[in-house]
């Protein structure tokens, strides 16, 4: 049974840093492509971070490059999205997700993300001061 489970969400001033969890089962992180999802108040679901299944490449929605680190610890079957010098505009809901389904969308097609069918029940992220 596939589960992701995040974690590591809370309130932080701007400009901190917060690292988000996910811990996966049922399945090996390195088998499949995992992203970050999130939703803000009002708003949609924003693609903000892949990586790929094996060569672990990641790609980052525009907002969040240089700010963001996605990373993998196949070990642990546990992948991470560290946060840098946080906005108020980052305050959403952080999902992970994943799809084992056959045509997957790929890591490269960030604003696509939502499309996967394995999701985690998601960790609020709020910067505020």
């Known amino acids: 049974q596939v589960q992701l489970v995040e974690s590591g969400g809370g309130m932080v001033q701007p400009g901190g840093s917060l690292t988000l969890s996910c811990a996966a089962s049922g399945f090996s992180v390195a088998a499949y492509h995992i992203g970050w999802i999130r939703q803000a108040p009002g708003k949609g679901r924003e693609g903000v971070s892949c990586i790929t299944k094996s060569d672990g490449r990641t790609y980052y929605t525009g907002s969040v490059k240089g700010r963001f680190t996605m990373s993998r610890d196949n070990a642990r079957n546990t992948v991470y999205l560290q946060m840098n010098s946080l906005k108020p505009e980052d305050t959403a809901v952080y999902y992970c997700?994943?799809?084992?389904?056959?045509?997957?969308?790929?890591?490269?097609?960030?604003?696509?993300?939502?499309?996967?069918?394995?999701w985690g029940q998601g960790t609020q992220v709020n910067v505020s001061s």
């Open positions: 997700a994943t799809d084992i389904r056959p045509g997957a969308v790929s890591c490269a097609s960030i604003p696509r993300l939502y499309e996967y069918g394995y």
